[in-house]
């Protein structure tokens, strides 16, 4: 049987919490004047002047303001508005810019809306204005949140101007070496100071980066590849199949695959060239394939591993296999691996042995984008399904704690295993607690997929299902591990007592305690 979900907290109006606030402070990845302590000092000041208590801090620290996108402690502040647990009314920000540097400056202004319905009040203590909801005051609000994303766009520009500048100096900005190269870290009058590992960034601005050959065992690995490429006419595919079978892996410590191999023999990193902006992602907006005219490239950069002439034969191959088909052949590949896959991707492509690279269609219709619209294929990503998942990761522990509540209230010595996560009680018995999203069928009929924690095999399993908005738990299942035989569980909106052979218990059964031989009676 289900039960309904009942939070630890009692959950009351916004009106009723007027004196009590929530500040959110944060610090972006950009220089700027002020940090996240002066954040919270302007704020407290503010908030002393109107006898105001400040209950709880939220703070995104190194996080940019130009989406929800990592800002963890944001999308917790505005999960436990949504969902009804805020035990403030007020919310307390230093400025607009702090709010959000939204491209999209009603996005920010939804976002308010959001508090605005529960009751919660939004001060941005820092600047010239109330937000009383007055017309002065949403004419200045909507005035800075446009300036906000203005500032984002200005600076963006200026640092992509620094960062062409750089890349036509030969300066690395930015990304991996990559399989047979490091990257090293030189001072301002081109000193080596230290190579850098995956990971390390520099410290200084006045630091620059350059690539170098790698280890020896790499180094001739890549000039292998070209010559069993460009002298024995082997396939990519086939080249991963002997680096596997010989036990050599990529700087990752994968495999091989084809899509790997093709990457090694078509960069021109590899002759010392620094080639920058072959894609682009500006603003976090959406990202771009640019055509070759658009790259920044500095010939002889670095110190090659292959030479030129090498290099070329293996761009000539590649050109020739493809040189062969027309545009209409291309595209006839194409929808026929859409119809075998359901999707396409660069990776997707580059795997398929028995058509041309990603890159060739890149080349030949001028982007990926234009190649698939061609065959009618519209790639769309779901951002709201991952902001779905994070708001619930950054819900899960509060869950957790009100399950372990209940069990400690209904008497029971409950603990936490450091390893596995799982509840104990009393010795006897193990739980896991799952938070179960809610998706839609194409008839918009609300289902549930629950993944069991098979491999920990805990005793008893609590589902707990969101609602239709994912925002608060609806209701719950506890799954006896007895009755369950597959990993992962699909409910309706009524499954009733007995669904698909499993049998479903009652809460009040895992909080009564049980010893061990009552509980496996009982399942």
Not at 473 to 484: E, I, Q, V
């Amino acid at each position: 049987m289900k039960g309904r979900y009942r939070p630890s907290q009692t959950v009351r109006g916004g009106k009723e919490w007027s004196n009590r606030a929530a500040a959110y402070v944060r610090m972006s990845t950009d220089h700027q004047r002020y940090s996240t302590e002066n954040q919270l000092a302007a704020i407290t000041q503010f908030a002393e002047a109107r006898d105001i208590e400040i209950v709880r801090v939220y703070e995104d620290a190194g996080k940019s303001g130009l989406n929800l996108e990592g800002r963890d402690a944001f999308q917790r502040l505005l999960a436990d508005v949504e969902r009804g647990a805020a035990d403030f009314g007020t919310i307390l920000v230093y400025d607009v810019s702090r709010w959000g540097r939204f491209q999209n400056a009603d996005h920010g202004a939804h976002l308010e809306f959001l508090c605005s319905r529960a009751d919660i009040v939004v001060h941005y203590c820092a600047e010239q204005f109330e937000n009383d909801g007055s017309i002065g005051s949403n004419l200045l609000k909507t005035v800075k949140r446009v300036m906000a994303g203005e500032y984002s766009r200005e600076l963006s520009v200026k640092v992509f101007a620094g960062q062409c500048r750089l890349s036509e100096k030969g300066y690395r900005q930015g990304g991996m070496a990559g399989y047979g190269l490091r990257r090293l870290l030189i001072d301002e009058n081109g000193e080596p100071k230290a190579q850098l590992s995956i990971g390390e960034r520099k410290s200084l601005q006045t630091d620059r980066v350059i690539l170098v050959p790698g280890p020896t065992e790499e180094v001739e690995t890549v000039q292998r590849i070209y010559r069993l490429f460009v002298d024995l006419r082997m396939q990519e595919a086939e080249i991963a199949e002997r680096l596997n079978r010989e036990g050599v892996l990529t700087d990752l410590a994968r495999p091989w695959t084809r899509g790997t191999v093709h990457q090694v023999l078509t960069n021109p990193k590899y002759i010392g060239d620094n080639v920058f902006n072959r894609v682009s992602f500006k603003l976090k907006m959406r990202r771009v394939v640019n055509p070759k005219e658009h790259w920044v490239r500095a010939s002889g950069a670095f110190a090659a591993i292959v030479d030129v002439a090498t290099f070329n034969r293996a761009a000539k191959i590649v050109e020739d296999r493809c040189r062969r088909l027309d545009d209409d052949e291309l595209l006839v590949l194409l929808r026929s691996l859409l119809e075998a896959q359901g999707s396409l991707s660069s990776i997707i492509i580059d795997e398929r042995e028995d058509m041309p690279s990603s890159s060739v269609y890149r080349n030949r219709f001028g982007s990926l984008l234009r190649a698939y619209h061609l065959v009618g294929y519209s790639p769309q990503r779901d951002y709201r399904y991952i902001e779905i998942n994070r708001r619930l990761r950054a819900m899960y522990p509060d869950v957790v704690a009100t399950v372990i509540e209940g069990l400690r209230a209904a008497g029971g010595d409950v603990r936490i295993h450091p390893e596995t996560g799982l509840i104990d009680v009393n010795d006897e018995f193990t739980a896991s607690v799952v938070v179960a999203r809610c998706g839609e069928t194409q008839g918009a009929s609300p289902r549930w997929r629950i993944r069991l924690d098979t491999g920990l095999a805990p005793d008893v399993t609590v589902a707990i299902r969101m609602d239709r908005g994912n925002v608060s738990p609806l209701d719950y299942y506890l799954l006896p591990r007895l009755d369950m035989t597959e990993p992962k569980l699909r409910l309706a909106e009524s499954n009733g007592l007995s669904l698909d052979g499993y049998r479903f218990e009652t809460l009040e059964f895992l909080f009564s305690l049980a010893a061990r031989a009552q509980f496996e009676e009982a399942a």
